[in-house]
């Protein structure tokens, strides 16, 4: 079964806003007034970035994510495609917005066969995404940052390291030999992955 996951309109939104007021901002000016040369550099390098983003979050509202028992691919525009078997690594890193780490994001990178994936969590059921790239990740046998494996336990994904009873890692889960291919799933027989130790990390902010 294949599902499909688009970003919220309201975090579009809420991108846009921030993108158009930061470029009404540094772009008018520029356009406007007569300005010193170091001032005009300065506003127009804010101009570019602010530019970008906005082009970053239209790229994210025409694109769909989707994950199926095959793989993991971006549809829309720069589309990626990205088999399991393929699959080489998975990062999940958290950017905090606040201080306090009360507020903020995450953002799962995977990468095979030369490509990318990154999802955002402000995508619909970002989860789901995450577990079934986490269970195809311990199948795959990779190796996992001690950042990704906190940002995991922070979905619970992964078991609080108390409960983790000495080293266990991720719930194992995968598509069983024969029979058609189905969606990694997790079941209750916890493996260690290849190369970790499961702790706790003291940051979960991707630094």
Request: a neutral charge.
């Amino acid at each position: 079964m294949t599902t499909t996951h688009r970003y919220e309109r309201s975090a579009l939104i809420a991108d846009y806003a921030r993108g158009g007021v930061g470029l009404a901002v540094t772009g008018l000016p520029l356009v406007a007034t007569p300005l010193a040369t170091t001032i005009t550099v300065i506003f127009g390098g804010l101009a570019t970035l602010f530019a970008v983003y906005v082009f970053r979050t239209w790229l994210r509202s025409a694109q769909a994510i989707e994950v199926d028992a095959d793989g993991i691919r971006r549809r829309g525009p720069l589309s990626v495609d990205i088999a399991w078997e393929q699959l080489d690594s998975l990062s999940l890193r958290y950017f905090s917005t606040r201080r306090d780490r009360a507020g903020g994001w995450m953002e799962m990178k995977v990468t095979g066969g030369g490509r990318k994936v990154a999802v955002e969590s402000s995508i619909d059921d970002f989860e789901t995404v995450v577990r079934h790239c986490m269970l195809v990740a311990r199948r795959n046998e990779l190796d996992l940052s001690e950042t990704t494996l906190d940002n995991l336990r922070a979905l619970g994904l992964l078991p609080p390291i108390s409960d983790a009873g000495g080293g266990d890692g991720p719930p194992s889960g995968g598509p069983s030999s024969g029979g058609p291919k189905q969606p990694p799933e997790l079941d209750n027989g916890p493996k260690l992955v290849r190369g970790l130790r499961w702790r706790v990390g003291p940051d979960r902010d991707g630094r």
